[in-house]
């Protein structure tokens, strides 16, 4: 399984931009990188997800860099109720483990004002 | 459009005792995928149904089984509970074979054994 890597913790000033690093040198050419946050026991929420373009919506923008072994996800204005969990997901792309999330430990980010 | 919705919200069982935890899928959604998140931890995949059939699992024993039925909702059946089983049971719903998707979790249900 290709895993993840991130830091445990960040803080982030309210207005600010939100950057939060994470690294999956083991990655397939073929499975995804998803973002998902996580409220105090509510179950994960979607952010985003790529495979090898930059992408963005209306929550945030995921760079990948071109060797695909990290990726940024990028809340632009960040709010107090952005404070979460962060969770980098590579998803699985075959075999059977196909469509497996695996999580690892997560980031938790704190927005203070 | 419906989210996922899980049953029931809280849960206290007895060690040896079974449980039955439920789930139905998003509208659109023909996948089903559970996951036990212990407290602190990210959540653990534990496997995923497809035309009411596993199609993946994680490493949980065999006391961890599930059904999903013709309108995609599904169950998650554990055996012989065990205090470790304690955590939070999430459920997520997906489109199989659409590469470009993104799975929709459900609040989860929160299993307490004592």
């Known amino acids: 399984d290709a895993k993840t890597t991130q830091p445990t913790s960040m803080d982030c000033a309210e207005g600010r931009a939100a950057n939060l690093p994470c690294n999956h040198s083991t990655i397939s050419g073929n499975e995804y990188v998803y973002w998902y946050r996580q409220i105090h026991s509510q179950g994960p929420q979607y952010i985003i997800h790529g495979l090898k373009n930059n992408e963005t919506n209306e929550m945030a923008s995921l760079i990948i860099t071109e060797d695909r072994k990290s990726s940024t996800l990028i809340l632009p204005h960040a709010t107090l109720r952005d404070t979460a969990v962060y969770y980098c997901?590579?998803?699985?792309?075959?075999?059977?483990?196909?469509?497996?999330?695996?999580f690892g430990q997560g980031t938790i980010l704190t927005v203070h004002p | 459009e419906t989210g996922v919705t899980q049953s029931p919200t809280h849960l206290i069982k007895t060690r040896g005792q079974q449980v039955t935890l439920r789930c139905s899928s998003q509208s659109g959604h023909n996948t089903v995928s559970w996951y036990q998140q212990a407290l602190g931890q990210g959540p653990q995949f534990i496997f995923q149904y497809y035309r009411e059939e596993e199609n993946g699992r994680g490493n949980f024993p065999p006391r961890f089984s599930g059904l999903q039925f013709p309108n995609y909702s599904s169950e998650l059946n554990v055996n012989a509970l065990e205090l470790d089983d304690s955590a939070l049971y999430l459920c997520?719903?997906?489109?199989?074979?659409?590469?470009?998707?993104?799975?929709?979790f459900g609040s989860g249900t929160r299993l307490t054994v004592v």
């Open positions: 997520a719903s997906s489109l199989y074979g659409d590469e470009d998707y993104g799975y929709t």
């Open positions: 997901i590579v998803r699985h792309a075959g075999g059977t483990s196909y469509g497996k999330l695996t």
